[in-house]
């Protein structure tokens, strides 16, 4: 977001990379930039990374618009997940047996301001019986009773690892309960939801005295960076992987 006063100030902002940091591909810039050198913009994922990929110096010249704007997207092939783990759910009988696994990565800031792990259950009722034991963390149930929310809270403990262990069981299925043509029988997924401020997985970080104005006056320039989880699925390893696929 720029409010800089005049008509049309040019700014150029460059985006840097620790060392042996992996480089951006993918980049799409938003259209007020007016000119990138060409090959940042080829520099694509689909191809295998090798010393000709190019890997800076990332600047983009522009004339911001009025309100706020996405200045680039960009791809990084970060070489672990932050957060790995396993799920396993089995069925048996009327009862769901699960596991939950999750270990933080030693390389990610242990310190969040939130982290919780849902665990969804489609096509069935609500929960009507549950006992479980967690190493870390509180568990809650959601209201309608179709869902567990694992609540990890700000830092994992010092051994990086979590775990949760437990059965569920439910009753009548109404028409309320939630339903999912994918996850089925015992295709099912925890989803994990993350926040941690002043941190980025790829180490880029706009470097705030290099930014460039060519417009009047001092202005105030405020940099920050935060790892925000999206779509962070783990599916149950006891069932097949979901598949979308037509027929010919």
Known sequence: KCDI???APNVTLSLNLPT??????????????????PAMLMSSSAEPLDDSVYSGPYKFPFVPPSDSFNLCYYTSQVPVPPILGSYQLIEEGSQLKITVNLKLHESIKNSFEYCEARIPFFNRGPIAQLEYKVSYGQLDLSREK????????????????????GTVSFGPAG?????DYVCTGNTAYVKLYFRILDFTL???????????IFAPGKPKITASGELISSDY????????????????
């Open 5 to 7: 006063e005049g008509s």
């Open 20 to 37: 042996n940091g992996p480089p951006l591909q993918d980049i799409v810039v938003h259209h007020c930039v007016t000119s990138v050198d």
């Open 146 to 165: 179709s869902l567990l929310v694992w609540v990890l809270g700000q830092k994992f403990p010092k051994s990086l690892e979590v775990s949760l262990t």
């Open 175 to 179: 028409k309320e309960h939630p339903t």
């Open 202 to 212: 790829t180490g880029c970080y706009v470097d705030q005295h290099s930014i460039q």
């Open 233 to 248: 699925y783990i599916w149950n390893s006891k069932a097949p992987a979901p598949m979308v696929y037509k027929t010919l």
